[in-house]
């Protein structure tokens, strides 16, 4: 079956840099590619996927990079804030299998 | 509630004790899924609905755990003979459609067995 690993599992950065965190996959059936933020106390949510079909996606301050060859995925936040400070979890699936999802990074943003 | 709602947000019970956690979807999503983390972890999978039927249960520990969704919306986990082990946050999630696309969990039910 699917095995996402995730890197770093913490990361602290100065506000107003940026972070990169990276995901790697082991099924190339793989097609969809989501990440999702996880607040203390709370569920996570969705904040940004990709398909197989693009290499980048971008949402304002957000973007996705997918690289099919390699098998592996990036979030790029920039100009990062306070209120981005949260775990992070990518994920993988192929139709309508279930999300596997990584271990998690701890983003913490220091002001 | 637009949301994913599920209760309890707290359970302690004692090792051997048995356990019911329930689900109510985003009205309107035909599947549901139930996810376990543990601390530091990620979501892992434990079964998904499609409707009323289980479509895949393949990542249920063992069997003392159970699911069910007897009318295609709300759903219960049960837990047979708790063991400390299974001490987790329980996340249900629902989707609109089957394929690919977001998924919206709850807040979790926090499970505490002594």
């Known amino acids: 079956g699917e095995n996402v690993e995730q890197h770093p599992s913490t990361l602290s950065v100065q506000e107003g840099d940026s972070a990169v965190i990276k995901c790697t996959y082991s099924?190339?059936?793989?097609?969809?590619f989501p990440w999702y933020k996880q607040e203390l106390g709370k569920g996570p949510q969705l904040i940004i996927d990709?398909?197989?079909?693009?290499g980048e996606k971008k949402d304002q301050r957000i973007a996705v990079t997918l690289n099919k060859t390699a098998k592996h995925f990036s979030l790029h936040i920039t100009e990062t804030q306070p209120e981005d400070s949260a775990v992070y979890f990518c994920a993988a699936s192929f139709g309508n299998t279930p999300l596997v999802f990584g271990k998690g990074t701890r983003l913490s943003v220091i002001a | 509630g637009a949301g994913v709602s599920q209760t309890p947000s707290n359970k302690v019970t004692e090792k051997g004790k048995y356990v019911e956690l329930r689900c109510d979807p985003i009205?309107?999503?035909?599947?549901l899924y139930w996810y376990r983390q543990s601390l530091g972890q990620g979501p892992e999978f434990l079964i998904y609905?499609?409707?009323?039927?289980?479509?895949?249960d393949s990542g249920l520990p063992n069997d003392r755990f159970f699911a069910v969704r007897p009318e295609g919306s709300v759903s219960t986990l049960k837990i047979q003979r708790t063991e400390r082990g299974d001490s987790a946050v329980y996340l249900c999630a629902s989707r609109d459609r089957m394929n690919t696309g977001e998924l919206f969990f709850g807040e979790g039910s926090r499970l505490t067995v002594l």
């Open positions: 990709i398909r197989s079909n693009v």
């Open positions: 099924d190339s059936a793989s097609n969809y």
């Open positions: 009205s309107g999503h035909t599947a």
């Open positions: 609905f499609q409707g009323t039927g289980a479509a895949d």
